[in-house]
């Protein structure tokens, strides 16, 4: 990062392994050379300024397949430089078994994705508790992608989803990419729940220049910074834009002193990194 504001450490909270913006490869990982694409990933986070990222596994099956498994693992442990947190299907009859899994493996935390699983009604909503609840018992993060957007924009609401689940788990919800245009509902959802955290990913650079990055602004200033993390959505989105845009966000509206936790401390001490 430049002078102007200075960290001690990066974290990423939101990262995906595969290069490209590919989600016919992302969702069937496990049918693809895991191990060279682990070394991929992990090149490509020697070579930049992150010092720690959360790697966002989007095959649902591959927490099942023991040799993909064992590759991604070995990558983790031996670079050191990210953790994994494993798509769940709520409604997989063996979800449970496929956390449990997770846990297992080593994992830092469950994903859902409602617009990419097609859920998020209220009559999902016992089902996902369920599984968050499993998730909650193996000490895992719930992160539920809370982008607004694309054809399914008026069909699921990952931000109503995590407003649902908060009411039942205690476990932390991390609302991933802070909400986009519902960032205030993201923003009330937070400040509601004590285990209701928020991420920037992808959003703030997104939506650079238009009223949604105030309400991001006016969110961080109205909830404590302890709620908030950094991540970019790689490759959905660029690490050099994403901290030049949330650099110029603290720079621009005084909030620098917010810097580390933003960061890095608020993300290590939920992740327990």
């Given at each position: 990062?430049?002078s102007?504001?200075?960290?001690?450490?990066?974290?990423?909270?939101?990262?995906?392994?595969?290069?490209?913006?590919?989600?016919?490869?992302?969702?069937?990982?496990?049918?693809?050379?895991?191990?060279?694409?682990?070394?991929?990933?992990?090149?490509?986070?020697?070579t930049?300024?992150?010092?720690?990222?959360?790697?966002?596994?989007?095959?649902?099956?591959?927490?099942l397949?023991?040799?993909?498994l064992?590759?991604?693992?070995?990558?983790?442990?031996?670079?050191?430089?990210?953790?994994?947190?494993?798509?769940?299907?709520?409604?997989?009859?063996?979800?449970?078994?496929?956390?449990?899994?997770?846990a297992?493996?080593?994992?830092?935390?469950?994903?859902?994705?409602?617009y990419?699983?097609?859920?998020g009604?209220?009559?999902?909503?016992?089902?996902?508790?369920?599984?968050?609840?499993?998730?909650?018992?193996?000490?895992?993060?719930?992160?539920?992608?809370?982008?607004?957007?694309?054809?399914?924009?008026?069909?699921?609401?990952g931000?109503?989803?995590?407003?649902?689940?908060?009411?039942?788990?205690?476990?932390?919800?991390?609302?991933?990419?802070?909400?986009?245009?519902?960032?205030?509902?993201?923003?009330?959802?937070?400040?509601?729940?004590d285990?209701?955290?928020?991420?920037?990913s992808?959003?703030?650079?997104?939506?650079?220049?238009?009223?949604?990055?105030?309400?991001?602004?006016?969110?961080?200033?109205?909830?404590?910074?302890?709620?908030?993390?950094?991540?970019?959505?790689?490759?959905?989105?660029?690490?050099?834009?994403?901290?030049e845009?949330?650099?110029?966000?603290?720079?621009?509206?005084?909030?620098?002193?917010?810097?580390?936790?933003?960061?890095?401390?608020?993300?290590?001490?939920?992740?327990?990194?």
């Amino acid at each position: 990062m430049t002078s102007t504001v200075t960290v001690e450490r990066i974290v990423d909270v939101h990262t995906h392994l595969y290069a490209e913006p590919d989600y016919s490869v992302e969702s069937n990982l496990a049918d693809f050379d895991v191990a060279e694409i682990a070394a991929d990933y992990v090149n490509r986070l020697e070579t930049s300024p992150v010092d720690h990222a959360i790697a966002i596994v989007m095959d649902e099956s591959l927490v099942l397949d023991e040799d993909a498994l064992s590759e991604l693992v070995a990558a983790r442990d031996a670079s050191g430089l990210f953790s994994l947190v494993f798509l769940v299907d709520p409604f997989a009859a063996d979800a449970e078994a496929r956390i449990e899994r997770a846990a297992e493996a080593g994992a830092v935390g469950i994903k859902l994705h409602p617009y990419q699983q097609n859920m998020g009604d209220a009559d999902d909503f016992p089902r996902v508790a369920k599984v968050l609840r499993t998730a909650e018992r193996h000490d895992l993060v719930t992160i539920i992608d809370a982008a607004y957007g694309e054809t399914q924009m008026y069909n699921y609401n990952g931000v109503r989803l995590g407003h649902s689940m908060a009411k039942v788990v205690d476990s932390p919800i991390l609302l991933a990419h802070g909400g986009a245009v519902k960032v205030l509902d993201a923003f009330s959802t937070a400040v509601t729940f004590d285990n209701v955290y928020l991420d920037t990913s992808f959003s703030i650079p997104y939506w650079e220049g238009s009223s949604v990055v105030q309400d991001y602004v006016f969110a961080m200033e109205k909830m404590s910074m302890d709620k908030w993390m950094w991540g970019t959505d790689i490759p959905y989105m660029g690490l050099e834009e994403s901290l030049e845009a949330a650099q110029s966000l603290l720079v621009e509206n005084e909030l620098t002193d917010h810097a580390d936790a933003l960061f890095h401390e608020n993300a290590t001490a939920l992740f327990d990194l």
